[in-house]
């Protein structure tokens, strides 16, 4: 029964987002409950969650469950969770039908408006605790607890306080809390997105990317591995969750890149920084492009165009640091007749979605419109040839895998939201901001280094869309008060919140990729970060740096591409140890510096990173006759 209703759910989240994104859209106060209702019943009956201490995988059945039989807390998760299912389609439903009389009498709820939002809050905090861990509850919870102890805290932190009732009423009744911006994006086209790139995974397309991509990569040194990071790049962008991505594009490349001579560790580390770098890889960006340009109210093309060349900048490191690995490791390119070659022709036609999406966009189109049509058009190119037509169990997958990916989502931009309320209600984003300036002197780098460390700490161990929207109304403030264009600003946090995804000690996708290759979890952690260091890095570069974003004249943008360029390929040089051939421990340490001297824009600290890059690449050296024996430096550490 329960896989029944799981099933209907998920079809009916279907049809009521594809309605509303393509027919006739509804006002805030129904679209978004409705979706979060839709969630989480999925959520609450088993799909995208952890039950009873045990994380269900990506693909799991719904109804699958451990051999022995269910012990006292399963059996009241279950039954609680059904309880809370029921609570949400109780709490849609009266919003729905009551909200032009909500809106009506503003500030005067009655008792049982203030009874099904005090319920509403802690189903949520439930289903994102169900769904995504302890982190996001906490720190939600501290914002609860916030609201209330304002009068009792020191300095810049006290504020008057506010009782239940007003709380519950902005969380509840209001498009400020649960209801904000932060659950719009998920609601409005967060998952026709994520519905999007699973009826393209179904049809075949993450087997064309990963053909597209051993094509463009395949005949070089550490081909596999270059194939897997350019498919999950792309995977990445689509699917908006690295640890999902892990999983599933993982399950094929990781084996590839182990046949070719890369230790499981170190091929779970490749996959889980080219999966958390397809977060920043527009067009998508895993629907972070969209809440950036919704948040910031900067259009979604100008978005797209700026994150652009960082991205690039990302996976020219991670490309480079395989290529050196390879070549210190005397790896040669696979011949044609060793490699494994998905065919790509009788999948092609799987692009034209993606190019839809991308012309709609390009368009000014909203991204509701574009992935309404991204979506009908990847159904209808799905169905017209035998080879990648879908059958009804293929889009009961589909649809399965779209909800179980927007369970998280939604209900941690649900407890974002309730932290965003807390923020708007409280004053707290304008005086942790000046806390951030004071802390720093009102110097930029400083308040750079603080806001990169929150943005990690907070995003370890939450999606990055949650991270990124707490930040937002948090830190980003900060950075714009000390002269950081908007855009820049909201991009440094997002990479931040992104790339804790393989920051240990909580990296989940280090871990998710390190479980598929069966390799030591802490040892693909700290590989994933050596490799994704660029991750850490590029953020400065555009700050200080704002070519790197187009915003510059053209010339400005030129010199300031090839000099990031060079700038990342001397980082991945020398945390691999290797330029034309293997480098000593003080060669390796004198690339790193000319890389960061080449962060930022000056042409003397350019001009000595330039020569210093020069003179390790100059032609002429010979190759290295052998492997190089292990030395006690980051790479070693982390093979």
């Not at 009916?12 to 979060?36: E, I, K």
């Not at 009792?152 to 239940?164: D, I």
């Not at 990963?210 to 040194?221: D, K, Q, S």
């Not at 720093?440 to 990690?456: E, M």
Request: hydrophobic fraction near 55%; include cysteine.
């Amino acid at each position: 029964m329960r896989q029944r209703l799981i099933v209907a759910t998920a079809v009916a989240a279907a049809l009521f987002h594809l309605y509303a994104a393509g027919v006739s859209p509804f006002t805030a106060l129904v679209q978004r409950p409705v979706h979060l209702a839709l969630m989480a019943i999925l959520g609450f009956l088993g799909l995208g969650v952890r039950l009873a201490g045990r994380a269900r995988e990506v693909g799991e059945d719904a109804d699958t469950g451990p051999p022995e039989a269910p012990g006292l807390w399963t059996r009241m998760e279950t039954w609680i969770g059904w309880l809370l299912a029921v609570l949400a389609v109780a709490s849609a439903a009266y919003l729905g039908m009551n909200h032009e009389e909500l809106v009506q009498r503003a500030a005067s709820p009655t008792t049982l408006d203030l009874v099904l939002g005090f319920a509403t809050i802690l189903m949520v905090l439930e289903l994102t605790r169900r769904s995504t861990g302890w982190g996001l509850v906490a720190v939600a919870g501290l914002a609860l607890v916030y609201a209330f102890a304002g009068p009792f805290l020191p300095g810049l932190l006290a504020h008057r306080g506010y009782g239940l009732t007003r709380l519950v009423e902005h969380l509840y009744l209001t498009t400020e809390g649960i209801w904000g911006v932060p659950l719009g994006v998920s609601a409005d086209f967060v998952y026709l997105f994520i519905l999007f790139g699973a009826v393209l995974d179904v049809a075949g397309g993450g087997a064309l990317l990963l053909g597209l991509a051993e094509r463009v990569a395949g005949n070089t040194r550490g081909g596999p591995a270059k194939t897997a990071s350019v498919a999950s790049a792309f995977m990445g962008s689509l699917s908006g969750s690295a640890v999902a991505n892990v999983v599933t594009t993982g399950t094929f490349t990781i084996p590839l890149m182990r046949r070719a001579g890369f230790k499981p560790h170190f091929a779970a580390a490749i996959e889980a920084a080219a999966s958390t770098g397809g977060q920043l890889m527009p067009p998508i960006m895993g629907a972070g492009a969209f809440i950036l340009a919704t948040w910031t109210q900067i259009p979604y093309v100008q978005v797209a165009l700026a994150a652009t060349i960082p991205a690039l900048l990302y996976y020219v490191a991670l490309l480079a640091a395989i290529h050196f690995r390879a070549c210190r490791m005397g790896l040669e390119p696979t011949s044609l007749e060793e490699r494994d070659k998905e065919p790509v022709l009788p999948r092609l036609h799987l692009l034209i979605p993606l190019i839809i999406i991308v012309v709609f966009l390009g368009m000014g189109r909203s991204p509701m419109r574009a992935a309404f049509w991204g979506v009908t058009s990847a159904i209808a190119v799905a169905l017209i040839l035998p080879a990648t037509r879908l059958g009804l169990k293929d889009f009961e997958r589909a649809l399965l895998a779209a909800g179980r990916g927007t369970v998280q989502v939604a209900a941690a931009c649900a407890a974002a939201g309730i932290v965003v309320g807390v923020a708007t209600l409280t004053g707290v984003g304008l005086r942790m901001s000046e806390l951030i300036v004071t802390l720093a002197g009102g110097n930029l780098f400083p308040a750079l280094v603080l806001t990169a460390l929150g943005s990690i700490v907070l995003g370890m161990g939450l999606p990055t869309t949650a991270a990124y929207v707490v930040l937002a109304a948090l830190g980003a403030p900060a950075l714009v008060e000390l002269g950081v264009p908007l855009l820049a600003a909201h991009l440094f946090i997002f990479y931040y919140g992104a790339i804790s995804n393989v920051t240990p000690p909580v990296s989940l996708a280090a871990y998710a990729a390190a479980g598929v290759a069966g390799a030591p979890a802490m040892k693909t952690a700290v590989s994933a970060m050596i490799l994704a260091l660029a991750g850490f890095i590029v953020p400065f570069m555009f700050v200080y740096g704002p070519p790197l974003i187009l915003d510059g004249t053209l010339l400005e943008i030129v010199i300031t591409v090839i000099t990031g360029t060079v700038g990342v390929i001397a980082l991945a040089s020398g945390t691999m140890g290797y330029a034309r051939r293997s480098l000593a421990i003080w060669q390796r340490g004198l690339m790193i510096a000319a890389a960061i001297t080449l962060i930022f824009p000056n042409l003397a600290t350019d001009a000595v990173g330039l020569l210093v890059v020069l003179y390790f690449f100059r032609p002429g050296q010979p190759a290295d006759p052998v492997a190089p024996a292990p030395t006690p430096t980051a790479s070693r550490i982390a093979e």
